[in-house]
């Protein structure tokens, strides 16, 4: 079988070391600029604890030198999709399976829900131009429950999590789900095949679509955030919004905000992947995570005055700092 690791930054760079030491499959990494120098030199590196793993890596930034796939992976963020999309296009044959292993709402997400129209969404595939790129009918859902971070391009960092959650978007359960599921597992991950992508993907945006931005602006690690209770009950105010969306689209969720910074708490102090982006320099994933949130908000009859606070004072701290297109 044939993958390829579209983005091997922090999530691709962890799920292709673990993969290229598996040897189960022939795997390649699509990646340019200096992960592209680090992976020829180093191959993929993945530091777990005191252990650094290592293992050779084929890299390239020629798609059509690294040709047709069975799988590919795309671990790149949100904003960067519409380009790299059409980039890898010699990589997806007809049968290609697509994984998405990427946070937010996906420019799938509300294809064939009655709720949310028929429509692309506008925040996260403006032009069409995802959709255009990766046929629908090739993707499969996910979502990682893992903390990496990329002290330097090429290496990867592994602080906790080791989930994957995949699913067919349409719903059910499929043969090739269970099959990408095996090889996964084989690689050492714990692999949920689920019958309900869309819930899975909702309730991890559930959670994240408030620490991330409200850490970017303030700089802060999770547990103070939820220390100050001021800040703490305006992120459970946007999770009710999210919540009142998720029940008229098919994603309900029964926890309460508050049982859900229960679980965030037991994570401890750390910092959430658009804080690492924002003190890395790097564009912030606002769009998937926020907008994304406030456009669906928008066509289900949902006012989202938490959400709208949270979209315009992360938007306008990444405009300031160059992290965000400017309007």
Request: glycine letters at 12%.
């Amino acid at each position: 079988m044939k993958v390829a690791i579209v983005g091997a930054g922090a999530i691709g760079g962890f799920i292709g070391t673990r993969l290229a030491l598996a040897g189960q499959c022939q795997l390649s990494a699509y990646a340019r600029g200096a992960t592209l120098a680090a992976l020829r030199s180093h191959g993929w590196r993945l530091q777990m604890g005191e252990q650094l793993l290592q293992a050779p890596c084929h890299a390239s930034d020629d798609a059509a030198a690294l040709g047709v796939q069975d799988v590919v992976i795309i671990a790149v963020k949100g904003q960067a999709l519409a380009t790299v999309a059409q980039q890898i296009g010699p990589m997806i044959g007809p049968h290609t399976l697509i994984l998405p292993a990427m946070n937010g709402v996906p420019w799938w997400f509300g294809a064939g829900n009655a709720a949310m129209g028929t429509a692309p969404l506008e925040s996260v595939d403006a032009d069409g131009v995802i959709a255009a790129a990766l046929p629908a009918a090739q993707v499969l859902g996910c979502v990682v429950h893992a903390s990496t971070s990329t002290p330097e391009p090429g290496l990867v960092s592994h602080k906790m999590g080791n989930g994957l959650i995949i699913g067919e978007p349409a719903g059910g359960v499929s043969p090739r789900a269970g099959q990408l599921g095996q090889l996964l597992r084989g690689a050492g991950f714990d692999v949920t095949v689920t019958a309900n992508i869309r819930q899975d993907i909702w309730y991890k945006l559930w959670g994240n679509m408030t620490l991330n931005p409200v850490s970017a602006i303030t700089g802060a690690t999770a547990d103070r955030i939820l220390d100050d209770q001021l800040v703490a009950e305006f992120c459970r105010a946007a999770m009710r919004e999210a919540q009142q969306i998720g029940a008229l689209i098919g994603c309900p969720i029964a926890e309460t905000p508050e049982q859900r910074h229960l679980v965030t708490r037991k994570l401890g102090a750390f910092k959430s992947s658009m804080l690492q982006d924002a003190e890395a320099g790097r564009t912030l994933e606002l769009d998937a995570l926020v907008a994304a949130v406030r456009e669906i908000g928008q066509r289900v009859g949902v006012a989202t005055p938490f959400i709208d606070a949270v979209l315009g004072l992360t938007r306008l701290f990444g405009r300031v700092h160059g992290l965000y297109p400017q309007a």
